[in-house]
T-cell receptor
């Protein structure tokens, strides 16, 4: 049982480039989330999904886009990368609210 | 909207000493409450959770937390800290519905002195 799998683990982007961070879960969880983690700031919610075909903005959605075509996959798209998007990105999933999240191992992104 | 505060940015304890990490939340009713641990370069691992029932909850790695409604707190405790407990600890609060989103505190970095 792999849980939540994120790829890639590390990436360096140049300003203005685009990329997709991949996230896959094999637990049949309906809820999926993308957070970014910056030092001293905790985790901030970017986007979330309550099921296939349904997504919504979190606290810091600007510069990002998501899609959820299947229960398993929840990719995060960065368009026109900016230095402010340098961060560690975590994908998570959950079965229901009181169950807590299962996190992926993260993607460390640097924009130069 | 809910919020969560972890007042201590850094805490240093000696190995074998007891530990208490503070967490205060703001929400009008009883929320879901969680503690996560993050080792360097790793993802977050769930230590324990509370959403109803007994206010003292036991978690993995010998940790426990107590929900105190009157103080809006959910402090994490461990009676005897091991060097391997050095990590960053995050408290999180969630509310029923609305996508089951969690709001995280800014974290407490725990250092263990040998």
């Amino acid at each position: 049982n792999a849980g939540v799998t994120q790829t890639p683990k590390f990436r360096i982007l140049k300003i203005g480039q685009s990329m997709t961070l991949q996230c896959t879960q094999d637990m049949n969880h309906n809820y999926m989330y993308w957070y970014r983690q910056d030092p001293g700031m905790g985790l901030k919610l970017i986007y979330y999904s309550v099921g296939a075909g349904i997504t919504d903005k979190g606290e810091v959605p600007n510069g990002y886009n998501v899609s959820r075509s299947t229960t398993e996959d929840f990719p995060l798209r960065l368009e026109l990368a900016a230095p402010s998007q340098t961060s560690v990105y975590f994908c998570a999933s959950s079965y229901f609210g009181g169950d807590g999240y299962t996190f992926g191992s993260g993607t460390r992104l640097t924009v130069v | 909207a809910q919020s969560v505060t972890q007042p201590d940015i850094h805490i240093t304890v000696s190995e074998g000493a007891s530990l208490e990490l503070r967490c205060n939340y703001s929400y009008g009713a009883t929320p879901y409450l969680f503690w996560y641990v993050q080792s360097p370069g790793q993802g977050l691992q769930l230590l324990l959770k509370y959403f109803s029932g007994d206010t003292l909850v036991q978690g993995i790695k010998g940790f426990e937390a107590e929900f105190k409604r009157s103080q809006s707190s959910f402090n994490l405790r461990k009676p005897s800290v091991h060097w391997s407990d050095a990590a960053e600890y995050f408290c999180a609060v969630g509310v029923p519905g609305g996508g089951n989103k969690l709001t995280f505190g800014t974290g407490t970095q725990l250092k263990v002195e040998l």
